[in-house]
């Protein structure tokens, strides 16, 4: 049966190919953008776009919600991060950062599954802080500012195994791929 | 027909009870929080906040959504404008806007009325630039940074009377006023 993924965001979507391959599942890009609720958490954004999906998407079908969370911030950009990205861009993102001490954020991603009978969600988080400029040109987002625990290099300065290794879409998409098989 | 201003936010009620009081208008306050889909439009958003209402709240009712959108950040925070602020401040804000050149700004608000068979949405936009910094103790929000087109005030340096007479919440209500007179 093949998995559908849900996003009108091309980059997502070849990263997760790449990852679920290596899980030894293969997935259809669905093209398409739908409204999401607004909040700050990941899983009921995912599992809400899941359910309003229904009827829509031929299933098995799985979306998934991605959001930056930065301390010194109050956990802004959140789940806008992408939205917040297309307004004022990581130069604005940076100016916003200057002279905030606690540079430490989490990177959260909800993937949401409809197997044509219900729901599930599958989470993943990875740990770390903004850079104080970009670095690196590979990944997509924030990955040029994000810095994960454990690393001195941006996500954007990561081969994709590497990122692959610490990242919260890698989490995600892995506990999806283990429930997915079995 | 007693009509009620559904909102979570004290300031707006009391502006609005005083503005539409000046309109021949008493309205109560059923204080609710409820979701609002995202978007980038304010009239949207309240006629869907209205619409998913319907059953909730005894009608006659409005709600109101208002944002800021600022021409240099490409319409950010726009209709995330209270979120923006409960996350970043208006520290964060200037931040944000530090060497921005294009200053101009428009506040926009709809107000949506359910009458009990249909939902009617008046708008009000108020023109004008954001200063460098904060004046002034009156108002609420990003009033002390928000100087209206023809005036050197900031909306929280104005007494009542005088940010009424220009403000976007002020217009929507006044249409709002007429209609339900009529």
Redesign the interface.
């Known amino acids: 049966m093949t998995l559908r993924f849900v996003t009108s965001n091309p980059h997502k979507f070849r990263e997760a190919e790449r990852i679920l391959k290596g899980f030894g599942v293969n997935i259809r890009h669905a093209k398409l953008s739908y409204?999401?609720?607004?909040?700050d958490n990941p899983a009921e954004i995912a599992a809400d776009s899941a359910r309003k999906l229904k009827g829509k998407v031929k299933p098995p079908f799985f979306v998934e919600d991605t959001g930056l969370f930065v301390d010194g911030?109050?956990?802004?950009?959140?789940a806008?991060a992408a939205?917040?990205l297309?307004?004022?861009g990581l130069r604005?993102f940076l100016?916003?950062m200057?002279?905030v001490r606690r540079r430490d954020a989490v990177f959260r991603t909800a993937v949401a599954l409809f197997d044509g009978k219900r729901v599930v969600v599958f989470k993943g988080e990875a740990k770390g802080r903004i850079a104080p400029s970009e670095r690196g040109k590979g990944g997509f987002g924030y990955d040029s500012l994000f810095v994960p625990e454990g690393s001195r290099k941006t996500f954007a300065q990561m081969v994709e195994e590497e990122k692959d290794a610490v990242s919260h879409r890698r989490k995600a998409l892995e506990r999806l791929a283990h429930y997915w098989r079995n």
């Open positions: 409204p999401e609720i607004r909040g911030l109050n956990g802004f950009p959140g806008y939205w917040v297309s307004k004022i604005g100016r916003l200057k002279g």
